[in-house]
């Protein structure tokens, strides 16, 4: 089991920065950490991720060139440094972990959400 707990979200002005944190404890041995978020309405989408061993990124079109996903392997902690943000960026936002694979869908561990509103 894995267990995240994200925090750092808040409520900014566009054109801001946060960098939202994911702290992972329990079994961190994962093979690709991500973030996901879900606007009201809408369904969950995958944002970020990381693979754990390698270190290569892999981004959302939609967050490309103004989100940056980065980890300590240190800390077991996962970053998420958001640029230039936008009011649609408002969303709750998710770490989650996978132990197989890094496609969206294989995502099997998640945080309980910190939330990002973005005001124009």
């Known amino acids: 089991q894995v267990q995240l707990v994200e925090s750092g979200g808040d409520s900014v002005q566009a054109g ?4 939202l944190s994911c ?5 961190t041995d994962t093979y690709c950490m991500g973030w996901f978020r879900q606007a009201p309405g809408k369904e969950r989408e995958g944002v970020a991720r990381i693979y754990t061993r390698e270190g290569n990124t892999n981004y959302a079109d939609s967050v490309k060139g103004r989100f940056t ?3 300590d392997n240190a800390k077991n902690t996962v970053y998420l440094q958001m640029n230039t943000l936008k009011p ?8 989650a972990a996978s132990k197989f694979g890094c496609s969206w869908d294989s995502f099997r561990y998640w945080g309980q959400g910190t939330q990002v509103t973005v005001s124009s």
């Not at 702290?23 to 079994?27: P, Q, T």
């Not at 649609?88 to 770490?95: H, N, P, S, V």
Request: with cysteine.
């Open 16 to 19: 801001g920065s946060l960098r």
């Open 88 to 95: 649609e960026d408002t969303a709750m936002y998710y770490c």
């Open 69 to 71: 996903i980065s980890q």
């Open 23 to 27: 702290a992972a404890s329990g079994s």
